[in-house]
């Protein structure tokens, strides 16, 4: 009796055991992601249901915000090596190398030319470019692709229809050029609204203006030129540049504060129809419809200042998510991120998070004042396109002169003094 009862004890612990290990397994097996994008996480958690329906795989995305909070969080655990398979690098192009240079991030290449390129093609360009290292990149990475854009962003003006209308402007037909839309802000101005708003306390914001700029007045191989260091700053063409913002000023375009404002307050500024222009993100679409679901507005590209070249938006910067070169999960995650990236789930995405998708054959599904900012995804520029980089330092003096130039404390021509300075004090020490 004694004998059965132990046997019966052995068999019960050892059953335990293995049910206790097969509940391990199943936890280990879990994909876990790491995101901070609030507005996106029901949704998210709404395709991991669906792809464990259809595969049996457990995805679990958690959310980390803010954004400085999940930047924190993530830079620690690279420090403990507990990062988690799929998690995302906010920051420059430089931060991302840093991971990838500490054996933080997978390249994905092999993954996406595989059955000639299917997966890398089905990405409009820019989406790849942003993740991509080229051969002699700056920060020695290994050339490939280190990333899965999940949607992209374009940064272009946006304007208040109504205003216009009642400041005897088409709002079907925004200014297309410089000149006409000096001549929109004074019209404007004249009825009593105030004009341009911008995140421009946050000095990003201004970078991406000036570089769209920048490549217009002086033309790709003369920008490139400058941030390789053989042609100054101090150049006539850098002077046209900086001009537009004086420009600006003195025809009383920029809406009262906006050089010290955050984004989100330029946001609210426009949503609540004080300003009757914005410079902002394709992301405004669905901070918008929150803010002010009535506000009737449209897209303006950024108007053309030399009709002799093309006028590039700034875009493409979007959402990504790189791989853990550590996981042990790496092919499903693989798996996960092929179905995730695909037209139904990027078609889903653009319903519910209202995000430009990264999936060039969704752009049809693309609708409304979206569609209007994913019209010119073939004509975007980013400071990674080239591979170039400049100094922090330099872009810093640049972009905090443009606050005083456009405050009325400095001229673009000390300015770019100013910057010519600290660029070449760089390049010794480099």
Not at 23 to 39: G, L, S, Y
Not at 271 to 286: F, H, L, R, T
């Amino acid at each position: 009796m004694k004998k059965n009862f132990f046997n019966i004890f052995v068999l019960f612990c050892f059953l335990c055991i293995c049910f206790g290990c097969n509940e391990n397994k199943t936890n280990t097996n879990k994909i876990v992601i790491w995101h901070w994008m609030t507005d996106r996480d029901d949704a998210f958690i709404e395709l991991a249901n669906k792809y464990k329906n259809l595969t049996g795989v457990d995805v679990s995305f958690e959310l980390y915000a803010p954004s400085e909070a999940y930047s924190s969080k993530v830079k620690a655990a690279a420090q403990t090596n507990t990062l988690p398979d799929v998690f995302s690098i906010l920051g420059a192009k430089r931060d991302l190398a840093s991971f990838i240079n500490a054996g933080h991030v997978a390249n994905l290449t092999s993954y996406m030319e595989e059955n000639n390129n299917e997966w890398k093609d089905q990405f409009i360009p820019t989406s790849i470019e942003i993740n991509e290292f080229k051969e002699g990149n700056p920060f020695d990475v290994e050339p490939g692709i280190y990333g899965v854009s999940i949607d992209f962003s374009s940064i272009q003006f946006l304007y208040n229809k109504t205003m216009f209308r009642n400041a005897g402007l088409d709002p079907e037909n925004p200014p297309r050029t410089w000149n006409e839309f000096i001549d929109a802000n004074k019209k404007l101005r004249a009825k009593g609204y105030q004009g341009i708003v911008g995140g421009f306390g946050e000095i990003w914001f201004l970078d991406c203006l000036t570089t769209i700029y920048a490549y217009n007045i002086l033309g790709e191989e003369k920008f490139i030129s400058t941030v390789k260091g053989e042609t100054p700053y101090t150049d006539p063409d850098w002077v046209k540049v900086l001009s537009l913002f004086e420009e600006l000023s003195k025809n009383n375009c920029f809406a009262t504060g906006t050089i010290s404002m955050i984004n989100k307050t330029s946001e609210q500024t426009f949503a609540n129809e004080k300003a009757a222009i914005n410079y902002n993100g394709s992301w405004a679409v669905n901070v918008y419809s929150g803010m002010n679901p009535t506000l009737e507005y449209g897209v303006m590209a950024p108007p053309v200042y030399n009709s002799k070249r093309p006028m590039y938006v700034w875009g493409g910067n979007g959402s990504s998510f790189m791989v853990n070169e550590k996981s042990k999960h790496k092919e499903e995650v693989i798996k996960f991120l092929k179905w995730f990236t695909a037209v139904e789930q990027q078609n889903f995405l653009t319903d519910v998070t209202k995000n430009i998708p990264s999936n060039k054959n969704s752009l049809e599904y693309v609708d409304g004042v979206l569609k209007d900012f994913a019209k010119t995804s073939d004509n975007f520029i980013t400071s990674w396109k080239y591979n170039i980089f400049e100094y922090p330092s330099v872009l810093e003096v640049l972009d905090k002169g443009i606050q005083s130039i456009i405050i009325g404390e400095k001229t673009p021509i000390s300015v770019l003094q100013e910057v010519e300075q600290v660029k070449q004090k760089e390049m010794e020490n480099f």
